[in-house]
């Protein structure tokens, strides 16, 4: 993984998420700005995908499978919640969306970690 | 007639804050259910309680978002009721007698290594259910 790369888009996701909890508690729909939101967060795991793709077969580790389903999911996650929220009508729309980037954090750092110590090494 | 006022849909348990927990559900119970699935499939000889626990707790987790997304409210308060306790005593029982589980499960150590949500998501999931019946 390129680090400033991994920082970036790790930067990306929990601001994203800072943002729809502030949406949140001012009860905002989901709307259009959220889906760009949503869509730079996107560009943002798509460009690690990419530098994945790659860099990672050329490493001497192992665990290149897990590495890339725990990519491919934190991709999948913020698209299912943008819909899943986007037609409540409550403050929790946002929310739900809000808690994708959480969780999209979370999975990169896993992400992050199977780098660092699986695939990366030596 | 066309004048009546439009009758809102009836709110059911995935509506509102439900929407987040079922969130949090199901990506729990996908990712703790392939993580199991992978270690019983490569490495099950090695933990196999740890690996085992991991399974039902991906399947419990799956029983209650899809309770809670078809609204079966007493399916989804038994299987976030034996979440908390699961969580509860696998947690106490980690600490206590650590040689029980030589690889983490989901519940190990109350979720330490989930960040803890295996332990707030029943908390939080159990108040939400117990709330939205009250109101019912």
Redesign the interface.
């Known amino acids: 993984m390129i680090e400033w790369l991994y920082l970036a888009a790790q930067a990306a996701a929990l601001a994203m998420g800072a943002w729809f909890f502030v949406e949140t508690a001012r009860s905002r729909q989901v709307s259009r700005r959220h889906f760009a939101g949503v869509a730079v967060l996107e560009a943002f795991l798509l460009a690690q995908l990419v530098a994945g793709i790659a860099i990672v077969p050329g490493e001497p580790g192992g665990g290149k499978g897990?590495f890339f389903?725990y990519l491919v999911?934190a991709m999948l996650?913020p698209v299912?919640?943008a819909f899943?929220?986007s037609i409540?009508r409550?403050?929790?729309?946002i929310?739900?969306v809000a808690?994708?980037g959480v969780?999209v954090a979370?999975?990169l750092l896993r992400v992050h970690q199977i780098w660092e110590y699986q695939i990366h090494v030596g | 007639m066309s004048a009546e006022p439009q009758a809102a849909p009836p709110r059911t348990l995935a509506d509102g804050f439900g929407r987040l927990i079922v969130l949090v559900y199901i990506v729990f119970a996908v990712s703790a259910g392939a993580r199991a699935g992978y270690q019983v499939a490569t490495k099950f000889g090695e933990a196999p309680l740890s690996f085992s626990l991991s399974a039902v707790a991906a399947l419990i987790y799956l029983v209650a978002a899809v309770a809670i997304v078809r609204g079966a409210s007493r399916t989804a308060l038994a299987a976030v009721g034996v979440e908390l306790a699961g969580v509860l005593a696998v947690g106490a029982l980690s600490f206590a007698d650590p040689a029980w589980f030589p690889e983490p499960s989901v519940w190990s150590h109350f979720g330490s290594g989930y960040g803890y949500v295996p332990l707030v998501l029943p908390a939080v999931g159990l108040v939400y259910l117990l709330k939205r019946r009250k109101d019912a």
Do not use: C, H, K, P
Not at chain 1, 90 to 93: E, F, H, K, N, T
């Open positions: 897990l389903s999911t996650v299912a919640a899943w929220g409540d409550s403050r929790w729309g929310g739900t808690a994708s969780v979370a999975l």
